[in-house]
């Protein structure tokens, strides 16, 4: 989870100036949602995540957002890494987690959250195999590694997204900061049935927020974007906000599935999709040539396309 523009800079100066040794191990590394590596004769790929009280949940020490329990943070914790998992169409394998537990905890607060943890890893059958505790006089701190192994297609990079490709999305969007970031679902058997279904050329998870998560695509694939406002699915939760729409682009941490397919295999899905699942998948833009500066752009119901300010990521519980 990318959380604002100093650490956009930092990614690209260690991509710049990353080791890499000889030969072909390191398939994909920095930039996408999970590194792939061969290992052997397999591929496997890993992710890591970190979420911080006060800035991924609050248990209490921030009056505005909704207090999360010990178990949602656990679960979230999974939850996070397991997306990563959908975003490249793999099959989450198993998982380490290493927590930073405040003075004030009690043994029982460390079972809850392991609960948490043990529901995910249960759910999408991705055993959690160790790990490592501390403890400090400072808020909680919770990490989950995954690994995970390739699925029924070549991992769906961030980078192959074509001119012409529809940009479609599963689920709705915006309103997450109310609840649903504690609970979400990650896309899993939805991302694994989508890469079998049709040539999925790019793909990426929703944490970010839908216009930066975007530019990450367009960015590692060279291209543009255009957003068809009327088109974006916008939660409930959202559309009860003082603005709804903004909150669909940018709030971020929805989990949802942005991917980009052909025209053709657009028409298909969403022929297909709606006999095996009750999610929705929506069209909500195409992939054009890259127009260099702006690499989003939003068309407004009245046809007008403006660019889309891309925000990083900047947490709602933060003031
Ligand atoms: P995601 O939201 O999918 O977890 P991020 O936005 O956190 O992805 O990270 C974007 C990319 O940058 C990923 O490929 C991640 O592995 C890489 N990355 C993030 N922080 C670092 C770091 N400190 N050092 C090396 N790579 C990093
Ligand atoms: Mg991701």
């Known amino acids: 989870m990318t959380k604002n523009n100093t650490e ?19 398939i994909t590394d920095i930039g996408d949602d999970m590194a792939v590596v061969r290992l052997g004769e397999e591929r496997v790929l890993i992710t890591t995540d970190m979420l911080l009280e006060n800035v991924h949940f609050n248990l209490g020490g921030l009056a505005r957002a909704p207090v999360a329990t010990l178990e949602q943070v656990g679960y979230k914790a999974m939850a996070c890494s397991l997306s990563d998992c959908a975003a490249m169409a793999a099959v989450p394998l198993v998982a380490v987690v ?50 995970a192994r390739t699925g029924p297609t070549d991992p769906v990079l961030r980078s192959g997204a074509q001119k012409g490709d529809v940009i479609m999305v599963t689920g709705v969007l915006g309103g997450s900061g109310r609840g649903k ?45 255009v957003l068809k406002a009327g088109a974006i699915p916008i939660s409930e939760a959202a559309q009860t906000g003082s ?6 682009l940018g709030e971020g941490e929805d989990f949802e599935l942005l991917f980009c397919v052909s025209p053709e295999d657009a028409i298909n899905l969403m022929h297909a999709w709606p006999e095996k699942f009750s999610l929705p998948i929506t069209q909500i833009g195409s992939i054009t ?20 300010q891309i925000k990083g990521w900047e947490h709602k519980f933060q003031a």
């Open 8 to 26: 956009f800079d930092l990614i690209d100066w260690i991509r710049r100036h990353r080791h890499l040794p000889d030969g072909d191990d390191v």
């Open 243 to 248: 603005d709804p729409l903004s909150a669909a």
């Open 181 to 225: 970031h504690l609970e979400f679902t990650p896309r899993v058997p939805e991302a694994l049935a989508l890469a079998q279904m049709a040539p999925i050329h790019a793909m990426i998870d929703l944490s970010d927020g839908l216009a930066s998560d975007l530019g990450h695509i367009c960015r590692e694939s060279g291209v543009s974007a």
């Open 98 to 147: 290493a927590v930073a537990l405040p003075h004030t905890m009690s043994m029982t607060d460390a079972r809850r959250i392991n609960a948490g943890l043990q529901q995910a890893a249960r759910k999408y059958h991705c055993p959690l195999v160790g790990g490592d505790t501390t403890s400090w006089d400072k808020p909680l701190a919770i990490n989950v590694t995954m690994l």
């Open 289 to 308: 040539a890259s127009s260099g500066e702006h690499l989003v752009s939003l068309q407004q119901r009245e046809g007008l396309i403006e660019p889309l």
